[in-house]
């Protein structure tokens, strides 16, 4: 079965970086995308971007484009997310979920989460 | 981007009955509808895509429906483990965006 494993919570200081892994097994790695969603905390939910296990094309929100990469290894069957510049409102629960592969599309497996914690 | 507004805010039913949950789209996402359920703690889970299609291992019990801009999720015989937060998703444009929710209570 499908199955997707986030790394662990972090806590950072305003205006640093965070790089959190999602490591896919159960299927092949390539055959599906990846969107990334974050969940403030008592909030919705907040689709920031996707990206393609086959080409590396990618998509990321408008609102958050130019602090977040998305990319993926498909050696180690991994997506990763970094986001940069880290503001107090980006504390949030970060998940990972599997996607299409050529298209933004519903989330059929997700993550655990990984909880982001910006303070000072 | 494409807002998508679910009500009611908040539902409350009983066990055994039936619970209707909606959602309105600014614009037609034509079949690229689908519905999520939130538990406390947990991570969202793909109950219904393609507006109507269950995802697998979901209960017959959810049923989705609906066209163009409009959609339901109807859960009938309502059960205990069915209270959480119910977000619907649109994937018609990008960015994929998301309901607000819309939490079910248990009676």
């Known amino acids: 079965q499908v199955h997707l494993v986030q790394s662990g919570a972090e806590v950072k200081k305003p205006g640093a970086s965070v790089k959190i892994s999602c490591r896919a097994s159960?299927?092949?790695?390539?055959?599906?995308?990846f969107s990334w969603v974050r969940q403030a905390p008592g909030q919705g939910l907040e689709w920031l971007g996707w990206i393609s296990a086959d080409n590396g094309n990618r998509n990321y929100a408008e609102d958050i484009q130019g602090r977040v990469t998305l990319t993926t290894d498909t050696s180690t069957s991994t997506a990763y997310m970094e986001l940069r510049s880290l503001r107090l409102d980006d504390t949030a629960m970060y998940y990972c979920a599997r996607d299409h592969p050529a298209r933004v599309g519903y989330l059929d497996s997700w993550g655990q989460g990984t909880l982001v914690t910006v303070a000072s | 981007d494409i807002v998508m507004t679910q009500s009611p805010a908040t539902l409350s039913v009983s066990p055994g009955e039936r619970a209707t949950l909606s959602c309105r789209a600014s614009?037609?996402?034509?079949?690229?509808l689908a519905w999520y359920q939130q538990k406390p703690g947990q991570a969202p889970r793909l109950l219904i895509f393609?507006?109507?299609t269950r995802a697998t291992g979901i209960p017959a019990r959810f049923s989705g429906s609906g066209s163009g801009r409009e959609f339901t999720l109807t859960i009938s015989i309502l059960q205990s483990e069915d209270c959480g937060v119910y977000y619907c998703q649109q994937y018609n444009n990008w960015p994929g965006t998301f309901g607000q929710g819309t939490k079910l209570e248990i009676k």
């Open positions: 393609g507006i109507s």
């Open positions: 614009q037609s996402v034509s079949s690229d």
């Open positions: 159960g299927y092949t790695f390539t055959t599906h995308g």
